[in-house]
Each structure stands twice: as structure tokens, then as C-alpha cells.
């Protein structure tokens, strides 16, 4: 069943999406070498219970962090760990605040130090990829319209797209119906109406779109060891376009 939210539950919402941007703003000085990320973690869980917020993922079917930290050729729900980053690697950093009931959720790509122009390159198209999927998230299109405009634009530079990881609505639960891969056709899918609140988080594998699962049960690596990078924001369907709850 989808959950339409009306206009006071919507700006209900934003306090969570504020403060999951927040969190990202907050980290981005922190991503260096020699960092690990249980460090980021460690902030994470300290940031939020300064906020009023809580750490949505703890325990969530088992997950054990309050943060998804994807270090390279890990897609998505890689684990933090003891291991310092290093100059070169790139790292998504996905994170789920409940806040006053309502959840916020945001993945970010960043660079740590200086990376290869084939990582930035990826980086930016993964972005780019995010953006352009969100000027399409207005009401009376399909989600099959907003998932072309990422398919497309990834595959024109010569990426793929992870098709076995979904977007999914947002709510009161962290995954509300529907639910939908960051690939389409024009035209196809379900429409999009006022009210939806919905995640856009379009991964992007520089090689295959394959992945495989980790013996953890969670960490999604890609199947070929290429590099990947994800960008997620929560967005609002609303009469005058999209609004972006996790705007930083």
C-alpha cells in the first residue's frame, strides 16, 4: 500500500532530512586518510543523539551500525570497520535518522584525498545521475520516466546500473511500498502523485552491474571489483515539483 503524506506531515518530515544532511555536511571535513570508518560511525551515533534524533539501522532485520559505510568496489550496507581510508579510495556514507517518528535517509560519495580521474569521473556522473532523476520526479510523470533519465545518462558514460538494489518510499518505516530499481522506459511504471515521499539513489558500478553479497549477509560488492558510488537523497512529490527533505 502507498502512503500518501499530506503537506503538514511532509514538513513533519523535514526535521529529519535536515538532520541527516547535517550529518553529511558534518563528515565531509572529516573523510581523510588514516580515518577509518567506525570513527565516522562513532560521530554518527553521537551527532544524532545530540540532535534529537535516532539511529534508524541499529538492529534493523540485525544490522549492527547506525551507519552504511561502502568503501570501493563495496556498492551498498558495507560495514564500518577498523581499517584506515586511504589516499585514493572513494567511500559512501548512507545513514537513516528518525526523528519525532518520521525517517530521513541520505547516502553521500566522497573522495579521500586526492583520487583517480576515473573515480572522480564516476563520482560526478553518479551525481549528475541523482539530479536528473529528481527534475523528473514531478506529479503526473512515471517512475519510469525518472529512472530513464538515470539509466540513460550512466550508460552514456559508460556506466552501469546496479539493478538489484532498490529505491523505495519513506515514511514512518524506512521501506514503504513502492519499491523500484534505478532503471526504465519512458512512460512505464507506477505515476507519480502528490504526497509520495520517495528515495532516488542511483548506484553506479564503473564495470558490470553484477554484484555479489559478502559472507556478512549484507555487504554488496560489485562481481568484477570495479569501483562504485551512490548518491541518495529523500524527496518530496508536491504540486509545485519536488522538494528535496535532505537538501545539504
Not at 538532520?19 to 570508518?37: E, K
Not at 556522473?125 to 520516466?145: F, S, Y
Amino acid at each position: 500500500m502507498v502512503i500518501l503524506k499530506s503537506k503538514t506531515e511532509i514538513e513533519e518530515m523535514r526535521k529529519a532530512g535536515r538532520i541527516v544532511a547535517a550529518f553529511h555536511q558534518a563528515i565531509a571535513s572529516m573523510i581523510r586518510p588514516g580515518v577509518t570508518t567506525l570513527d565516522i560511525e562513532s560521530f554518527a551515533v553521537r551527532f544524532l543523539k545530540e540532535n534529537d534524533a535516532k539511529a534508524y539501522t541499529i538492529g534493523y532485520n540485525g544490522y549492527p551500525f547506525a551507519t552504511c559505510a561502502s568503501v570501493n568496489d563495496v556498492i551498498a550496507h558495507g560495514f564500518p570497520s577498523r581499517e584506515p581510508l586511504k589516499e585514493g579510495d572513494i567511500v559512501t556514507i548512507d545513514i537513516v535518522a528518525e526523528a519525532d517518528g518520521w525517517i530521513g535517509d541520505s547516502a553521500w560519495c566522497y573522495a579521500v584525498g586526492e583520487v583517480s580521474e576515473d573515480a572522480r569521473n564516476l563520482m560526478r556522473v553518479t551525481k549528475e545521475c541523482l539530479d536528473l532523476g529528481i527534475e523528473k520526479a514531478v506529479v503526473g510523470n512515471r517512475i519510469g520516466d525518472v529512472m530513464h533519465a538515470v539509466q540513460t545518462h550512466a550508460e552514456r558514460n559508460g556506466f552501469s546500473v546496479v539493478r538489484d538494489l532498490l529505491g523505495h518510499a519513506v515514511g514512518r518505516e524506512m521501506h514503504e511500498e513502492p519499491n523500484y530499481p534505478h532503471v526504465g522506459h519512458p512512460g512505464k511504471g507506477f505515476r507519480l502523485k502528490e504526497g509520495m515521499v520517495l528515495t532516488i539513489e542511483p548506484m553506479l558500478n564503473a564495470g558490470k552491474a553484477m554484484m555479489t553479497i559478502d559472507e556478512d549477509g549484507w555487504t554488496a560488492r560489485t562481481a568484477d571489483g570495479s569501483l562504485s558510488a551512490q548518491y541518495e537523497h529523500t524527496i518530496a512529490i508536491t504540486a509545485d515539483g519536488p522538494i528535496i527533505l535532505t537538501a545539504q
